[in-house]
């Protein structure tokens, strides 16, 4: 019995049955690779899901966790340590917003952001404003998996089996300005959308679709909460995603790669949301530690010290392009899109999808399938252009295979027919 063999028995018997997993055993990661126990290295354009935003043992991060280690991992937040402020003050600046409430995870954090839009609308109403409890959330989102979170998530399968869920959502057809200007009401505290939707299939809102939602929440005082969990720290080129569209939230939240690997997650708001939260209404162990601090602060240097906002600008361009290229040469492609490096090629078939995903990890190169029939790319920001090279030449090829074959089976059916 091999080692893998062993883990995934053992697994099998002593965890819950949430996740269907690879059979490879991942042991370490240099730069933009990932090396199995045999010493197999991929190319990893999935990045952990969007978290691993300086590769694999970049120095910034394993310094950073040495020196805050051996200083101190934990105090609890019922007193000061250097980082939070330190940290608070670089989201702050390249954010646009005024505040920050540190979380472990992306879902907690958008769970404290609604519970801060409820708590606005209740201070709102306290001072004689008439505004409702009710959240507006886009049709295809994704939030997380807690309970306000898969409340306002729109696919069935991660709320019904956990019902009844957090009452008061109402889901808005994606980029329908007509949908949302229907279902805006006074009844609304918050409208809820991600900028580039990811588990969604990597789908931008348009222009008009943000501009509208920022222009309702203003017009009654309801917060626009944007979530830039996976689209914001820099993955499209911009710290958030909103920033393309030049539109102010009025809260966001950030996790997955602020702290290149270790769990930290942020709301950031305006002072104007901020007013709603006193001493005692919100809180947690762990969030914004010493540790997670301190590694997210060196994180936020590195990205700015080595330019990788331009390069995730540089190379996600280029990447995309190979994409398109792609496109014009396996009609299996349906659609490209995305921003800086985030990415994703929309195929006609689930199968193909699923095909695709298997064989490219066939050639160590690691991608996912999102909603179906997409393909997502989420790659450390240090890629290069020759790792897109890479992975544009074992898609042409996954596409070529798929192609005769499709097409021999084809020819063999006319055959018997
Ligand atoms: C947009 C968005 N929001 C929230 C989450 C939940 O984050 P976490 O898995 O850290 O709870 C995710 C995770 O994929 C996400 O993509």
């Known amino acids: ?30 730069g933009v690779h990932i090396v199995d126990e045999s010493g197999t290295k991929y190319l990893d354009l999935l990045s952990g899901i969007g978290v691993n935003a300086l590769g694999y043992g970049h120095p910034a991060i394993t310094e950073a ?32 917003l005024d505040r920050v409430f540190f979380a472990n995870t992306g879902t907690e954090a958008w769970e404290g952001a609604l519970k801060l839009a409820r708590a606005h609308a209740g201070l709102l109403r306290s001072e004689g404003n008439e505004i409702g409890t009710r959240f507006l959330a886009l049709e295809q989102s994704f939030h997380g998996r807690t309970f306000g979170s898969v409340s306002t998530t729109y696919k069935a399968k991660y709320r019904e089996p956990f019902g009844p869920v957090v009452p008061g959502v109402d889901f808005v057809k994606f980029n329908d300005v ?33 501009a509208e939602a920022r222009a309702l929440a203003t017009s009654t005082g309801a ?33 997955k790669p602020i702290a ?4 930290l997650g942020a709301i950031l708001c305006t002072e104007e949301a901020a007013r709603a939260i006193h001493a005692g209404m919100h809180g947690t162990t762990f969030g914004g530690g010493p540790l997670a601090c301190a590694v997210a602060i060196a994180v936020i240097d590195t990205i700015e010290n ?4 331009a390069h995730a600008t540089e190379v996600g361009d280029y990447f995309q392009a190979q994409l398109r290229s792609l496109a014009k040469r396996h009609e299996a492609i349906i ?12 195929l006609d078939s689930a199968d193909l999808a699923k095909l695709t995903v298997a064989e490219m990890l066939k050639r160590h190169i690691l991608i996912n399938c999102t909603s179906d029939t ?31 074959h499709a097409s021999t089976q084809s020819a063999g059916g006319h055959n018997r027919g």
């Not at 490209?336 to 090629?345: E, I």
């Open 65 to 96: 966790i040495a020196r805050q280690s051996r200083a101190l991992i934990h105090t609890s937040n019922l007193f000061y340590h250097e980082g939070q402020a330190e940290l608070a003050l670089r989201l702050t600046e390249r954010t646009g």
């Open 223 to 255: 917060l626009l909460i944007v979530d830039e969990i996976q689209a914001g720290m820099g993955r499209t080129g911009k710290w958030c995603a909103y920033q393309h569209y030049g539109i102010l939230p009025d809260v966001t939240t950030l996790a």
């Open 178 to 210: 007509a949908d949302l200007r229907a279902k805006f009401s006074n009844e609304v505290c918050a409208i809820l959308v991600e900028a580039i939707q990811g588990e969604g299939g990597i789908r931008p809102l348009t222009r008009e679709f943000f």
């Open 1 to 30: 019995m091999t080692k893998l063999d062993q883990i995934r028995a053992a697994e099998s018997r002593l965890l819950l049955d949430t996740y269907e997993r690879n059979p490879i055993l991942f042991v370490r990661g240099e």
């Open 260 to 263: 290149g690997g270790i769990p």
């Open 335 to 346: 659609d490209v899109r995305g921003k800086g490096l985030m990415l994703a090629a929309e």
């Open 374 to 404: 997409v393909l997502r790319f989420l790659p450390p920001y240090i890629l290069e252009r020759e790792h897109v090279d890479t992975a544009i030449a074992a898609l042409d090829e996954i596409f070529t295979e798929h192609a005769v």
């Open 306 to 309: 080595e330019g990788l906002l």
